[in-house]
């Protein structure tokens, strides 16, 4: 994700009526060699914007909410990331898109205090989808914050017809989930210590109707992702840039390579040049490349 254009973290719902919201009709498209509807999860594209070096941020622990002093030199991409989110819209007509927290919080930041829940934690520990926030919502903002450190109470609905969605695992405190309901924020819960993507995935297929998700990173997020075997296509920006850094995020981290795993394989299906000497590219992701 570029670091201009704040507003794409939590893009804007489509335009239409709320009746019916986020149930999207499954969609015969072809994924990555498998059915979306066969897989029973939908299918998943990554958007996101690297150097040349792939680097996807100026520095280490940056949030969308920071601006590097380099950001001025850097190409102006917010034209092209516009055109590509259109492109995904146009083919994939996508019910929400993924972030990690990471995006919005610093690794080790303080963390807002919450009121500590006094009754019964066993029915916390379970999905919260309400009826009304349902109805109402034709888009996601997913929030994959397995730990529960995202406390703001936001809800994404500035747009009409978005509304935001957390992805927890158990570890995440009895407080905060009490919080969120307190909120009314849904929120799907799988995954001892990490979230399940796994699962969550398939609960968004299942539950919402989902077909397709646009995934906007970070680094921490899509290489878990990659390696899980949950990323159909990649459409990257590549800038005219070599950033380097022996902390700043990349575009896919995750665990080295086992012995006997491998690399995604990616299929080009486009490249395209653009304004500011930026690249255009559009992959599909090879069926079983996963390790």
């Not at 149930?23 to 914007?49: D, N, W, Y």
């Amino acid at each position: 994700m570029s670091e201009r254009g704040k507003e794409r973290v939590f893009p804007a719902g489509r335009k239409g009526k709320a009746k019916g919201a986020g149930r999207l009709r499954p969609r015969s498209r072809e994924c990555s060699g498998f059915s979306v509807i066969k897989e029973h999860r939908p299918c998943v594209i990554m958007q996101m914007a690297a150097s040349v070096d792939g680097r996807i941020a100026l520095g280490p622990d940056m949030t969308m909410f920071d601006t590097h002093p380099a950001t001025a030199v850097m190409p102006d991409d917010s034209a092209l990331w516009e055109k590509i989110s259109r492109a995904i819209e146009d083919e994939w007509r996508p019910g929400g898109t993924i972030m990690g927290s990471g995006t919005v919080i610093k690794s080790g930041a303080p963390l807002r205090e919450l009121p500590v829940h006094a009754g019964d934690p066993g029915c916390l520990f379970e999905d919260f989808l309400p009826e009304d926030v349902l109805a109402g919502t034709r888009t996601w903002a997913i929030l994959i914050d397995g730990r529960g450190r995202c406390r703001s109470g936001y809800r994404a609905t500035e747009t009409p017809g978005n509304h935001i969605l957390h992805v927890v695992s158990t570890s995440a405190p009895a407080d905060y989930l009490a919080f969120l309901r307190s909120e009314n924020i849904p929120y799907l819960i799988g995954g001892e210590v990490h979230a399940d993507l796994e699962g969550a995935l398939f609960k968004l297929r299942e539950k919402l109707g989902l077909s397709a998700l646009r995934l906007w990173g970070g680094g921490t997020l899509n290489g878990v992702m990659l390696r899980k075997g949950l990323v159909d296509e990649v459409h990257l920006i590549l800038r005219p840039a070599l950033i380097g850094g022996r902390r700043t995020p990349t575009l896919a981290d995750c665990d080295d390579l086992t012995p006997d795993g491998a690399p995604a394989r990616l299929e080009l299906l486009s490249v395209r040049t653009e304004a500011e000497g930026c690249l255009w590219l559009h992959y599909r992701v090879r069926a079983g490349a996963a390790s």
